[in-house]
């Protein structure tokens, strides 16, 4: 029994990390960088919204997805048949093409170390994430890397931090009083933290670990909230140390502001830490990529080792990660892609979780014996009313961007 017990929060755990990591990516790093650059201490307050919108949507749909024992897909499915392929297009789509850029993090970050160019850099680590995939026991690997990378930039940009001496009361007051709030930062931050593939990652994880039904809603919830505690930290720690910067009159270097903190804040030492940082979250989140787009494509009956989704598993990673480094290695960043299906990302949020919250009404899918918290479905709705028109004004914004 605590071995069983053991198992159960060492999957939960991984779970939580898979999605913190995934959540704070390259973009993240920039996106936050960028808009604390412009908003100052305004921009705790989107960063207050990111996290509670986090609550909702993960304790939401882990919940859901574990009780029903099913995957997203399948759960859509049997709402409305079809509905489950409209969702795992949505998602492997937008993780195909944000996966080009989770893979340039990588190789920007090795070029930062050590020297050697971005497309290198992004084929050296396409290498070690397939590497991480396909050995034995590959879930647990993934599981041990996303944590130890976690554990290298928590503490990282806690030193930044602390050389720093960010204004803490400036940054606490704005948070909750902000003089002026910018929309579109709060959805930029939204969407690209939670959107996606990112809010089904810990989900899908605790489904392969299996964590399902009633009895492991303990499990569940602990997985879900170390995972946006995780999350949620980073993101303070690194609008801390943007803010210190700025404080000190510092210009942020347009063109990569990221790294403007932190060589701002300790010279070459700091641009080095840079490198790392940003090696570390384009690996982890090109390894939530890689599983939950895969994990999407998965309609078997059972959890069958044999069955044909896990013996075309394999080639199917390969080819996620092969293409996505291929697109960056020849091509770059296909900007005028990444803004239209960025643009499109920002409606799978709302489109998936009101899914899954109508799914939870029905005892067909859920048990006749399940009844979702109501504070959980309320506050479920409200971010589906609020993303929606949040990615109708995204998709708006994007498709005018392009003519």
Same mark, same amino acid.
């Given at each position: 029994?605590?071995?069983?017990?053991?198992?159960?929060?060492?999957?939960?755990?991984?779970?939580?990390?898979?999605?913190?990591?995934?959540?704070?990516?390259? %973009?993240? &790093? =920039?996106?936050?960088?960028?808009?604390? /650059?412009?908003? *100052?201490?305004? @921009?705790?307050?989107?960063?207050? !919204?990111?996290?509670?919108?986090?609550?909702?949507?993960?304790?939401?749909?882990?919940?859901?997805?574990?009780?029903?024992?099913?995957?997203?897909?399948?759960?859509?499915?049997?709402?409305?048949?079809?509905?489950?392929?409209?969702?795992?297009?949505?998602?492997?789509? %937008?993780? &195909? =093409?944000?996966?080009?850029?989770?893979? /340039?993090?990588? *190789?920007?970050? @090795?070029?930062?170390?050590?020297? !050697?160019?971005?497309?290198?850099?992004?084929?050296?680590?396409?290498?070690?994430?397939?590497?991480?995939?396909?050995?034995?026991?590959?879930?647990?690997?993934?599981?041990?890397?996303?944590?130890?990378?976690?554990?290298?930039?928590?503490?990282?940009?806690?030193?930044?931090?602390?050389?720093?001496?960010?204004?803490?009361?400036?940054?606490?007051?704005?948070?909750?009083?902000?003089?002026?709030?910018?929309?579109?930062?709060?959805?930029?931050?939204?969407?690209?933290?939670?959107?996606?593939?990112?809010?089904?990652?810990?989900?899908?994880?605790?489904?392969?670990?299996?964590?399902?039904?009633?009895?492991?809603?303990?499990?569940?919830?602990?997985?879900?909230?170390?995972?946006?505690?995780?999350?949620?930290?980073?993101?303070?720690?690194?609008?801390?140390?943007?803010?210190?910067?700025?404080?000190?009159?510092?210009?942020?270097?347009?063109?990569?502001?990221?790294?403007?903190?932190?060589?701002?804040?300790?010279?070459?030492?700091?641009?080095?830490?840079?490198?790392?940082?940003?090696?570390?979250?384009?690996?982890?989140?090109?390894?939530?990529?890689?599983?939950?787009?895969?994990?999407?494509?998965?309609?078997?009956?059972?959890?069958?080792?044999?069955?044909?989704?896990?013996?075309?598993?394999?080639?199917?990673?390969?080819?996620?990660?092969?293409?996505?480094?291929?697109?960056?290695?020849?091509?770059?960043?296909?900007?005028?892609?990444?803004?239209?299906?960025?643009?499109?990302?920002?409606?799978?949020?709302?489109?998936?979780?009101?899914?899954?919250?109508?799914?939870?009404?029905?005892?067909?899918?859920?048990?006749?014996?399940?009844?979702?918290?109501?504070?959980?479905?309320?506050?479920?709705?409200?971010?589906?009313?609020?993303?929606?028109?949040?990615?109708?004004?995204?998709?708006?914004?994007?498709?005018?961007?392009?003519?």
């Amino acid at each position: 029994m605590v071995k069983k017990k053991n198992i159960a929060f060492n999957v939960a755990m991984g779970a939580a990390f898979l999605m913190a990591m995934s959540a704070v990516g390259p %973009g993240f &790093l =920039t996106q936050t960088a960028a808009f604390t /650059g412009q908003l *100052g201490a305004d @921009f705790g307050f989107a960063i207050l !919204i990111c996290i509670l919108v986090d609550i909702g949507v993960q304790l939401n749909i882990w919940r859901i997805i574990c009780v029903s024992g099913k995957k997203a897909q399948t759960v859509a499915n049997e709402l409305v048949p079809g509905l489950g392929y409209l969702l795992t297009a949505l998602i492997v789509m %937008g993780g &195909l =093409t944000f996966n080009i850029g989770n893979i /340039g993090g990588v *190789g920007l970050g @090795f070029n930062v170390l050590f020297g !050697i160019s971005p497309e290198n850099g992004a084929l050296i680590g396409g290498a070690i994430a397939l590497v991480i995939f396909l050995v034995r026991n590959a879930l647990i690997v993934m599981d041990r890397t996303v944590q130890v990378l976690a554990v290298v930039k928590v503490l990282l940009i806690i030193f930044i931090v602390a050389i720093s001496s960010p204004p803490v009361g400036q940054a606490a007051l704005h948070t909750f009083v902000p003089s002026h709030i910018d929309f579109y930062s709060i959805v930029t931050i939204v969407g690209g933290t939670v959107g996606g593939y990112i809010s089904f990652s810990g989900g899908h994880r605790l489904l392969e670990g299996g964590l399902r039904g009633k009895e492991s809603i303990r499990y569940i919830n602990a997985g879900a909230l170390t995972g946006i505690g995780v999350a949620s930290i980073i993101r303070i720690l690194l609008f801390l140390a943007a803010l210190a910067v700025i404080a000190e009159g510092y210009k942020l270097n347009p063109l990569n502001p990221a790294a403007s903190i932190f060589q701002s804040a300790a010279g070459n030492f700091g641009y080095k830490f840079f490198g790392l940082i940003l090696l570390a979250a384009g690996m982890t989140s090109t390894l939530g990529s890689t599983f939950t787009s895969v994990s999407f494509l998965d309609y078997s009956k059972s959890d069958d080792r044999n069955n044909f989704y896990h013996k075309l598993r394999p080639y199917l990673i390969i080819f996620f990660i092969v293409f996505s480094t291929a697109i960056f290695y020849f091509i770059g960043s296909p900007a005028k892609v990444l803004v239209m299906v960025g643009a499109i990302n920002g409606l799978i949020l709302p489109i998936a979780l009101a899914i899954l919250l109508v799914a939870v009404t029905k005892k067909k899918i859920m048990g006749e014996l399940y009844k979702h918290p109501l504070w959980l479905t309320i506050f479920g709705w409200i971010i589906v009313v609020f993303m929606a028109y949040a990615g109708v004004q995204s998709v708006i914004k994007g498709f005018s961007s392009l003519f």
